[in-house]
């Protein structure tokens, strides 16, 4: 929450994922949500570990964080796995770990339709809601889904429009906003079937994280204690 008499940072953005790869509409929504939202920028949150996500298939960590990177590329998006030194698994967890880290920033959690469908399968999907605000973004396919969902069910009492959030004195939640864009149908899934050797163009050194500025190395679980 802004109070009178604190400095009024920009907010940050939010957008988890596999990011397995990352492709060209990740980077479409951050920048429209962005602009949407008068965000000062966007950390892309590269999941270590998915648990709602098989296993097989899933990248190792600093190919998915090099894809990022360079979709990422010329953009006021930073790429981060803070996720692996925070050593947290569930987006609850997460968010909490963030804003005791980083206790002067406001965040926006940004999710697709897609997510907000399943959002009840979450651990404690309703702390999360109260955390910070969530920005829903349109997905092909699921708009039907999510506003049938458990979860929208809930928040739907909690709906603020994009300028509402803008311009708002008071940084509260449980807030949620829907971001309506032209769709876009491109998918990891679909680049992963079109290129199943894609981890191939993203060999190299370990990439640095931008967040915290370590270096991820290429077998990266979660980060010793």
Known sequence: MIRRGQSRVSPTGLLGGSFNPAHGAHRKITLAAIEDLNLGEAW???SPGNPLKPKA??????????SAR??????????TAIERELRTRYTVDTLRALKRRFPKRRFVWLMGA???????????????????????????GYDRIALASPAMA?????????????????????????????PDPRSATAMR?????????????????????????????????
Request: proline share 10%.
């Open 154 to 182: 809930w928040l739907r009492r909690f709906r603020l429009l994009a300028a509402c959030l803008k311009n708002r004195e008071e940084w509260s939640a449980p807030a949620l906003i829907e971001l309506r864009f032209d």
């Open 57 to 66: 298939g899933m990248a190792p960590l600093a190919a998915r964080v090099r």
């Open 114 to 140: 897609d997510n907000l469908a399943q959002l009840h399968r979450w651990k404690d999907w309703r702390g999360i809601a109260r955390e910070m605000p969530i920005a829903v973004i349109a997905r092909p």
């Open 70 to 79: 360079a979709m990422a590329r010329r953009a006021p998006i930073r790429v």
């Open 193 to 225: 079937h079109a290129d199943p050797d894609w981890t191939r163009r993203f060999a190299g050194p370990p990439p640095r994280d931008a967040v915290t500025h370590s270096l991820i190395p290429d077998d990266a679980g979660p980060e010793a204690a």
């Open 44 to 46: 892309w949150l590269v």
